[in-house]
């Protein structure tokens, strides 16, 4: 039997080369060769930047950029910051006298904001500020607004939030997060706000010379001065009336929702108060003028007080 002939082919075995490194991923906007600093963004989305334009624009880096730079020049490491495109991006944008884009949400513009204080960039900040009264703000978060201005001590902004804040009802527990993240010296006046608009109404509800029918003492029937008027009705209106200030400090549904749903005009208190009438048979004249009333309530809801005092804050250009 013939030996088995040995095969001429040999095995070949080819060596992998090395892999290559996938290229830098410069953002568009930011991939000018001649910038001499590369920031990172937790996405690894890398932005080059001219070290003057960080200098004048962010005291952090402008103490960075201060220190004698290592033999060969600053180094080609990328300084890594630890925040997504989205917050990373507008900053830079800012700091470049860029366009941006639309802020999406609150949690972007307040994590921008953030970031833009620890780089101590006031350029940024100044123009981020007004973003925070948008009506798009204002109407979902109020009190979030209401807190970031007053931790950058924009007073104004401070003041227009906290008006705002009034349609909420602070003591609902989907509020306890965001109020116990405030100072004290945010939180106590707002607290205050809200308490002093009801005192301030009740007040007013008792008083005789705004409700004279419902507060005199006596007060006989308007149309047969002889029956002395039993107030029940007038006295559980004013604390339905209170009650509603509690909830919601606007007062909303005591001016603007009068007829709607929920409105002052749909509750028993007020349909009681206003079927009253003198108890005399012959006379049953209403006890109480009810569109006289309605307009005295709105007017009262008008003279109270509607944003925080913060006598403490003082904002550049404020007289001393």
């Known amino acids: 039997m ?27 906007a930011f991939a000018d060769s001649d910038a001499e600093i590369v920031i990172a963004s937790s996405e690894e989305t890398l932005y080059r930047m001219h070290a003057y334009t960080l200098r004048t624009t962010s005291g952090l880096f402008k103490t960075l950029l201060s220190l004698p ?14 925040e997504p495109d989205a917050v990373v991006e507008p900053l830079l944008r800012l700091m470049c006298g860029l366009t941006t884009s639309p802020w999406t949400s609150l949690d972007q513009l307040s994590a921008v904001f953030a970031l833009a204080q620890n780089w101590d960039a006031p350029g940024p900040i100044a123009h981020l500020r007004p973003a925070l009264t948008s009506h798009k703000f204002l109407a979902t978060g109020p009190l979030r607004v209401y807190t970031l201005t007053s931790h ?17 009802n602070l003591f609902d ?10 100072p004290s010296t945010a ?4 607290l205050r706000l809200h ?16 409700f004279l029918a419902g507060n005199g003492q006596p007060f006989h029937c308007s149309a047969c ?18 009650r509603e200030l509690d909830v919601c400090a606007s007062g909303d549904t005591l001016r603007d929702g009068m007829w709607g749903p929920g409105g002052m005009g749909t509750w028993a208190e007020a349909k009681a108060c206003w079927a009253a009438v003198c108890v005399k048979p012959e006379c049953a004249a209403a006890n109480y003028d009810r569109v006289a009333t309605i307009k005295q309530i709105r007017a009262c809801l008008e003279g109270l007080s509607a944003r925080v005092e913060v006598d403490w804050l003082r904002e550049e250009g404020d007289a001393n």
């Open 2 to 28: 013939a030996a088995p002939q040995e095969s001429n082919s040999k095995l070949e075995i080819h060596k992998q080369p090395a892999p290559c490194a996938p290229p830098p991923k410069y953002h568009v």
């Open 69 to 82: 730079p290592p033999p060969g020049g600053h180094s080609a490491e990328p300084i890594t910051v630890h």
């Open 152 to 168: 950058f001590g924009f007073r104004p902004e401070m003041q227009l939030a906290s008006t705002h804040t009034l349609s909420l």
């Open 173 to 182: 527990p989907a509020h306890a997060d965001v109020l116990a993240s405030m």
């Open 187 to 190: 939180a106590l006046p707002l």
């Open 195 to 210: 308490r002093r608009r009801r005192d301030a109404l009740r007040d007013m509800l008792d008083s005789p010379e705004r």
């Open 225 to 242: 001065a002889i029956t002395p008027l039993e107030n029940r009705t007038w006295r559980a209106l004013k604390h339905r009336i209170l």
